[in-house]
């Protein structure tokens, strides 16, 4: 299962960013999907993640981000789903990198075994200036 983030950047304090994530592997489901950020010296904090009809959002996200899902199945580049995070009055604490997860299950082949996975991105660098 791979996850790409893209969409990170520079932006100025009251001003927005979108962050996408394309979410691609195999005979798949993607139950959860979601975003989490990590800042310089501070540990790992939910955004926010969707599962289904289920929408979670962290303390600091109420009410200025919105995420949102597209489940799509790409038979040629192997694309399951994305996730975005739509992030408005940016402020400089929302300065972190920010980390694209998706969990679910997989078939694992030759077996058709069904095995558990939850995966990360690489991470994208948010950085808002005041």
């Known amino acids: 299962v791979q996850l790409v983030e893209s969409g990170g950047g520079l932006a100025q304090a009251g001003g927005s960013l979108r962050l996408s994530c394309l979410v691609s592997?195999?005979?798949?489901?993607?139950?959860?999907m979601g975003w989490y950020r990590q800042a310089p010296g501070k540990q790992r904090e939910l955004v926010a993640t969707?599962?289904?009809?289920?929408?979670?959002?962290?303390?600091?996200?109420?009410g200025r981000f919105t995420i949102s899902r597209d489940d799509l199945q790409h038979t040629i580049d192997s694309v399951k789903g994305a996730v975005y995070l739509q992030m408005n009055s940016l402020k400089p604490d929302d300065t972190a990198v920010y980390f694209c997860?998706?969990?679910?299950?997989?078939?694992?082949?030759?077996?058709?075994?069904?095995?558990?996975?939850?995966?990360w991105g690489q991470g994208t660098q948010v950085t808002v200036s005041s």
């Open positions: 592997g195999g005979v798949m489901t993607i139950n959860t």
């Open positions: 997860y998706a969990a679910g299950t997989i078939v694992e082949l030759p077996t058709s075994s069904l095995r558990p996975y939850d995966s």
């Open positions: 969707i599962s289904g009809d289920k929408i979670e959002y962290g303390e600091s996200a109420k």
